[in-house]
């Protein structure tokens, strides 16, 4: 099914989706061991499931527990939504935040202090993305960030003492390296059609100073003072002109660029700050011992911000409709979500056991989690970067669709087969014809 046809499928059946989980409802919830109905991805399922133990535990709930791989999850969910499954929690990206809270899927928690209270230890980045419309929609369990990594034997063997600054000596360090012969593309980009390519894009655009959509909603990637010009012309000479990054980029996924960077192949990369942990590991990495982290390099008008994501525990509008039913889910949120027993447990659990990152601020000074993270990287560089996370600026209901354009907009220009004014004009026309339209 394509984007667009389940945008307009999701508006034209939300009532129903609603009515039919609605009438659901009156019905299994009455029974008093009627188990809170709660689907996630399957990632971490030995950790949720442990959790899941501790809370049935401690309050003589139940949990239904059920998963679907990342790749079916969107479309599962569709699926149960619009068909009136039992569904009290879930796990929510940020991307879909919009869509599904359009679809009256999603119920707002800022009428529950219990949770709100913890934002004031969560990084705004998180918090804003999942904010839609004024109105906040879950606790975080998990978030993270573009990071920039170097390999820091390759700089010292080119005679550099010190990681680039800026986007500008990048490009320096790069020619460098490349005249040494030690690389032939100091910088890995993966620039790939995937899901992971708006994180890369909004990190470049970010710090080059520069938006793609401003607060109002309205395109401003094509306008020549918002910086996403400078980000797509740095990536377009980066390929064509020094050629530091290899024309390849458009085909590299995420997973392939880490491979490639840990193989010793490139002096620097982009990359989701947790595959720190992959790439200095000895079993998993050919340079392990050598990757710092750096801050994201500043454009000319820009800064060392980058991009952050989010994924948290949502509240179906089905059972905030029941107050006992609601009132059970909100115990079970903050106990993942927020403390667990006077704890951030479960977000800590993630961290020691699969390196997942995390939003609430208290657990950069844990002192387990200090020690575990310098086995491999700086946490003083993680938190110093986090902070300067903003959240993606183009999440909106037609989100899915125009991704599709502007990845094949920019990948037209990285291989010249188009101008970067036509691509970021093509992005911003896309935008501009889908938001007016919805």
């Not at 239904?64 to 009136?84: H, I, M, S």
């Not at 005679?159 to 790069?174: F, L, M, N, R």
Request: hydrophobic fraction near 40%.
């Amino acid at each position: 099914m394509k984007q667009f046809d389940r945008r307009d499928f999701l508006k034209s059946s939300a009532a129903a989706a609603l009515a039919g989980s609605s009438s659901f409802g009156v019905l299994s919830r009455a029974l008093a061991a009627d188990p809170i109905n709660f689907f996630a991805w399957s990632a971490g399922v030995d950790q949720v499931k442990s959790h899941i133990s501790a809370f049935e535990a401690k309050t003589g709930l139940k949990v239904a527990y059920a998963n679907a791989p990342w790749a079916q999850y969107r479309d599962t969910l569709v699926t149960k939504f619009v068909g009136g499954a039992p569904l009290d929690v879930l796990w929510v990206s940020d991307s879909w935040l919009p869509e599904w809270a359009e679809a009256g899927w999603l119920a707002p928690i800022d009428g529950y202090r219990e949770l709100t209270k913890y934002n004031a230890e969560v990084d705004d980045f998180s918090t804003k993305s999942m904010t839609y419309k004024g109105k906040q929609y879950g606790l975080t369990y998990y978030t993270d960030y573009m990071g920039f990594f170097y390999d820091e034997q390759m700089l010292k063997k080119a005679g550099i003492s010190a990681p680039p600054k800026t986007w500008d000596e990048v490009v320096q360090q790069s020619l460098k390296i490349k005249k040494a012969g030690l690389s032939e593309y100091p910088m890995m980009l993966s620039m790939a059609r995937e899901t992971w390519l708006i994180e890369f894009i909004s990190a470049m655009v970010f710090s080059h100073g520069g938006r793609l959509v401003d607060d109002t909603g309205v395109a401003v990637m094509d306008d020549r003072r918002k910086g996403a010009r400078e980000a797509l012309t740095w990536v377009v000479d980066a390929v064509n002109k020094h050629k530091i990054v290899s024309p390849a980029c458009v085909e590299i996924g995420e997973l392939n660029g880490l491979k490639a960077f840990s193989s010793g192949q490139h002096a620097f990369a982009m990359l989701g700050r947790y595959r720190v942990r992959t790439l200095n590991d000895p079993k998993q990495s050919q340079i392990a011992g050598r990757v710092k982290q750096g801050l994201m390099p500043a454009g000319p008008n820009g800064s060392h911000a980058t991009v952050g994501w989010n994924r948290f525990y949502g509240l179906t509008a089905s059972a905030a409709k029941n107050k006992a039913k609601a009132a059970d889910a909100v115990k079970f949120i903050e106990w993942f979500g927020g403390k667990a027993d006077g704890k951030y447990a479960f977000q800590k659990l993630m961290f020691m056991d699969v390196g997942a990152g995390f939003a609430v601020k208290p657990l950069f000074k844990d002192p387990e989690i200090i020690k575990t993270y310098s086995q491999y990287s700086d946490i003083k560089m993680y938190e110093r970067q986090q902070a300067l996370a903003r959240k993606k600026d183009v999440v909106s209901p037609w989100f899915g669709e125009w991704d599709e354009v502007n990845g094949t907009a920019w990948q037209a220009a990285i291989l010249g087969k188009s101008s970067v004014n036509d691509a970021l004009k093509r992005s911003a026309d896309t935008w501009n014809k889908l938001r007016r339209r919805s």
